[in-house]
């Protein structure tokens, strides 16, 4: 065995294992939203229990914590986005509007979906808060756009409507790889066995 195709062998398993690793990541992600011991399908800001979604990034000057209501989105059933937004230096909140739109992923940039724009909201005791209606179930990617002293901010984070796709983008994308390494790998065996069997016959001539 060449020393190249014991490469493309490692480097096969190695992507096999981190496909197989990202897939049970996935589904225990998408399947750890019970809280307390019951399922958290109505939760809401008056909720004493988290919702699908909680994070916080900074984005400029600004510190942008969002949350995401229900804990499972489904197609055709209404949901809520929350966002906060704070001066990172006077921690005073930001007063102005800020934009929402979705638009749905996918693996093939030719094939996404158009942007849709949910809407613009002011500020309401602090919070910006945003509706939101998805007919279809898939993953889409929601931004937030605002503005402040002329300067241009977005948030952007994925939002998974439905049930997850066992095999996403990245996992189609890893399989597509897969494949091209198992084409060259054979390609290469069957290289190596031809010239082996030239080298065989030229020596008994």
């Known amino acids: ?17 981190s496909v197989c ?16 011991g019951r399922p958290a ?13 909680h994070a916080e990034a900074r984005v400029g ?3 942008l914590t969002y949350m995401v209501f229900p804990a499972f989105p489904r197609p055709g059933e209404p949901g809520r986005i929350h966002l906060y937004a704070i001066n990172v230096e006077d921690r005073a909140p930001f007063t102005g ?6 638009k ?5 940039p030719w094939t996404s979906g158009k942007e849709v724009v949910l809407g613009e909201q002011p500020v309401d005791d602090s919070v910006f808060r945003q509706s939101y209606l998805f007919k ?3 993953e889409y990617l929601i931004h937030a756009e605002f503005s402040d002293k002329g300067e241009s901010h977005t948030l952007v984070f994925p939002l998974q409507v439905g049930d997850p796709a066992f095999i996403g983008a990245t ?14 790998t054979f390609l290469q065996r069957r290289r190596f066995m031809s010239g082996k069997i030239r080298n065989a016959v030229t020596s008994r001539q």
């Open 61 to 63: 000057d600004f510190i």
């Open 21 to 36: 690793s990202l897939q049970l990541m996935y589904v225990a992600t998408a399947s750890a939203h019970h809280v307390l």
């Open 41 to 53: 399908y109505g939760l809401n800001e008056d909720s004493n229990t988290p919702p699908a979604q």
């Open 136 to 138: 279809n179930s898939g």
């Open 97 to 102: 509007n800020i934009k929402f739109s979705a």
């Open 1 to 17: 065995m060449t020393k190249k195709l014991k490469i493309l062998l490692v480097r096969l398993c190695l992507i096999i294992s």
């Open 171 to 184: 996992g189609i994308a890893v399989t597509g790889a897969i494949f091209v390494l198992l084409c060259i």
């Open 104 to 108: 749905p992923t996918s693996w093939l």
